[in-house]
């Protein structure tokens, strides 16, 4: 296992570039996400990191020792993709032994390695098996099992889960994620899927057109977007995003009748920003009120749906549709016909640019 | 129900080369509901809907449109129409002319003026006025079901069947498709019968659910009354997020006993349970109803944590005990970590009895002994 480092890393394809100038440190054991929508750059990277792509700008240091001009196959890593390549016609364990076999490693010690997998893994029941009997969760779990066992420095997924069939995706998530942190194997992981992500990152680098929007961890990629495109690709339901408008002691909200004042937490530098901004709001921080009740702003509930112990509610403004989310035992008995905006959940980006803006750059 | 029925699917049967996709499926839909058939893949929700509209023949059973048999009518008689995963779309005409297509058809010989208010209108609604002149193979995946899903509406269908209509999309297009159909919902009050296997995007745009597995409908309810009494270990699996808990336990006098030392309940909190003599017993609970807190905190069952999945305002936790696994929603201030000591205990008057061999609730019966 190593620590993976990224210095000033671009790819070219003649005019085109895939990757642009890209820094990160991965370190030892760490789980790293690549997240963000096709064509944005991660897979790319990650097969530059792997040695199927050359850089053609940049460093790659595996525990501070250039790799750049070696071949994949003398880098030590392992990389599981999108559609599991088994061998059809050996056994389970013959697959998870081949990599040993083919390094002629000593039969006591291909023992106690197959011992190690099968145990982390739980897979002792089907290792006489062939892999066109298994089902799809399993036989990726064969794969992962099969690039862990000559200890790689760095386990490279793409999209490992993305073939596999929706309701056997959520079971091999929660595997993954276990299995990551009991093998210790730094892992560098890409996805489109922001779910997948948020639920198995130690830290989760979103990218766009090359570049990086933003490296955090899942919950401060939540909390705290950088941008527009942040708060939007992150979350479900999704991030609402409100235009306001200046005016006299408030802001107004798309062009509508509602203004929002301090009273309902607005702060003054927002109020006094001199650039166009626009609010950004998660559904959660939405809630339901009577009309006139304390906060409540009379924006009427278009659709408004019970499911277990939450309610889901839509309302209009400015013709977008927007969102809140509401614990039932919080919601008010009666009738809602108005939402009241939870100042801790309030983000301001810049209108134009999409960038977060915070107070002490709003002057 | 109080509104008339639109659909009445009765006793389906249908086997393809022999292997049987539909059982004897029963299914009634109120005019001017969405009801939703959530089920796995195989389930028989495709089956289903094909037979509905004619395009498979069936092998035994009825179907019932504005109580009219129409079974034996070809599709292009029944007045439904149908929204597939893949768009159906043709390649070769524009947007437009694929939503007109319809309406231009020796069935409905629309005159232009009339199609071209119908195609604005209808565009307008799914927003995709702005795509009228464009080829449909320069669009995206969401504007492409968009237009699929208008082509389907504008000859104002009685009935509209969706098949997965939004599984090819990305999250975020399909939230946004979600909103729209439930507005053209409100604003039309179009009766539509839609199948997906995905939990979160059924109850947010149903107004009743019907679990489906194995070519049987299991329960058809709204979401609120099969949380409250859900029919079977089979619908406490595929409904819930995360699903439902079980446990093993045994009745032993007027308590329930957990297994794997997980505690023990009051029987009476199950009443009216009356199942046979010897019936083996599981208790299954929604996981808000179970408490988790640190390693002797709580007098129940003892576990591990075996995984943790953050979703941003909530996590999630998988719990081991005694090699069995539950699933629970978490705050997210609440800090689990991977390999951490807990317990846990069902809280008082929660969980449900089912028949560990048939899967069927055995308690809280209504009169008559009946689920």
Not at chain 2, 131 to 145: F, I, N, P, Y
Not at chain 2, 169 to 174: E, I, Y
Request: glycine residues 12%; aromatic residues 8%.
């Amino acid at each position: 296992m190593a620590e993976i480092a990224l210095r000033n890393l671009s790819v070219e394809f003649g005019a085109f570039r895939a990757v642009d100038d890209v820094d990160l440190t991965v370190a030892d054991g760490e789980f790293v996400v690549y997240l963000g929508p096709s064509g944005c750059g991660k897979t790319t990277t990650l097969r530059c990191i792997a040695g199927l792509e050359h850089a053609t700008g940049g460093d790659i240091l595996f525990d501070g020792r250039r790799v750049n001009g070696l071949s994949a196959s003398e880098r030590n890593i392992a990389m599981v993709f999108q559609f599991v390549s088994l061998y059809p016609h050996l056994t389970v364990k013959n697959n998870i032994l081949f990599p040993l076999q083919a390094r002629g490693v000593a039969r006591a010690e291909m023992a106690r390695k197959l011992d190690w997998v099968v145990g982390v893994f739980g897979i002792g029941d089907i290792l006489g098996r062939y892999p066109a009997s298994l089902p799809p969760g399993a036989r990726q779990k064969v794969a992962l099992a099969r690039a862990v066992i000559r200890d790689p420095a760095v386990l490279l997924l793409d999209e490992p889960l993305s073939a596999i069939d929706e309701q056997f995706r959520e079971e091999m998530r929660w595997e993954l994620g276990h299995l990551q942190r009991e093998l210790g194997v730094t892992t560098i992981y890409v996805t489109h899927d922001q779910r997948e992500a948020m639920s198995l990152a130690d830290r989760i680098v979103l990218m766009r057109d090359g570049r990086i929007v933003q490296v955090a961890d899942p919950d401060g990629l939540f909390i705290d977007p950088v941008d527009v495109f942040a708060g939007h690709f992150i979350g479900s339901p999704s991030m609402n995003f409100i235009e306001l408008a200046p005016v006299a002691g408030g802001l107004r909200l798309a062009d509508g009748p509602v203004v929002l004042t301090p009273a309902d937490g607005v702060p003054a530098w927002a109020i006094e920003s001199r650039r166009p901004l626009k609010l950004g709001i998660r559904p959660s921080f939405v809630h339901l009120a009577e009309a006139d009740g304390p906060g409540a702003h009379a924006i009427p509930i278009e659709d408004l749906f019970a499911v277990g112990r939450e309610r889901f509610f839509t309302f209009r403004l400015g013709g977008a549709i927007h969102q809140g989310v509401e614990a039932i035992g919080r919601a008010p008995a009666g009738a809602a016909r108005g939402v009241r905006f939870d100042p801790k959940g309030f983000l301001f980006f810049d209108a134009e640019s999409g960038r977060r803006v915070k107070p002490e750059a709003a002057a | 129900m109080t509104a008339p029925i639109k659909l009445s699917l009765q006793g389906l049967e249908k086997s393809y080369r022999g292997a049987p996709a539909l059982r004897g499926l029963d299914l009634e839909v109120a005019d001017g509901e969405i009801f939703v058939l959530l089920g796995p893949t195989g389930a028989g929700k495709s089956s289903t809907l094909l037979a509905t509209a004619g395009l498979v023949d069936i092998d035994a059973g009825r179907v019932l449109k504005d109580g009219v048999d129409v079974t034996d009518l070809p599709p292009g008689e029944r007045d439904i129409a149908i929204v597939f995963e893949g768009f159906n779309l043709l390649p070769v005409l524009n947007v437009y002319d694929n939503i007109a297509f319809s309406l231009r058809s020796p069935r409905y010989r629309e005159a232009e003026t009339e199609i071209r208010a119908r195609v604005g209108r209808t565009a307008e609604l799914l927003r995709i006025s702005h795509l009228l002149d464009r080829d449909v193979e320069t669009l995206s995946g969401g504007e492409k079901q968009r237009v699929a899903i208008a082509r389907a509406l504008v000859r104002r269908p009685s009935l509209l069947l969706l098949d997965e209509p939004l599984s090819a999309l990305d999250l975020k297009l399909r939230e946004g498709l979600r909103a729209e159909l439930r507005d053209i919902h409100r604003k039309h009050r179009t009766t539509m019968l839609y199948a997906t296997h995905d939990y979160h995007g059924a109850i947010a745009i149903a107004d009743r659910i019907g679990i489906i597995d194995a070519g049987v409908m299991h329960q058809a309810a709204d979401i609120q009354t099969i949380l409250e009494r859900p029919a079977s270990m089979l619908v406490g699996r595929l409904v819930g997020s995360p699903a439902m808990a079980f446990f093993e336990a045994a009745v032993e006098g007027e308590e329930v006993r957990i297994g794997h030392g997980g505690g023990r309940l009051l029987l009476a909190g199950f009443r009216p349970f009356d199942p046979p003599a010897g019936t083996e017993v599981t208790l299954g609970v929604w996981p808000e109803d179970i408490l988790l807190g640190p390693a002797g905190s709580l007098a129940g069952g003892d576990g591990v944590i075996y995984a943790v999945d953050n979703r941003g305002f909530e996590r999630a936790v998988q719990v081991e005990f005694g090699g069995q696994f539950f699933r629970k929603v978490v705050p997210s201030d609440v800090r689990f970590r991977q390999g951490d000591a807990v317990s846990f205990a069902v809280a008082p008057g929660a969980g449900y009895l089912f028949d560990a061999a048939s899967g069927a609730r055995v308690s809280h019966l209504a009169r008559g002994g009946r689920p």
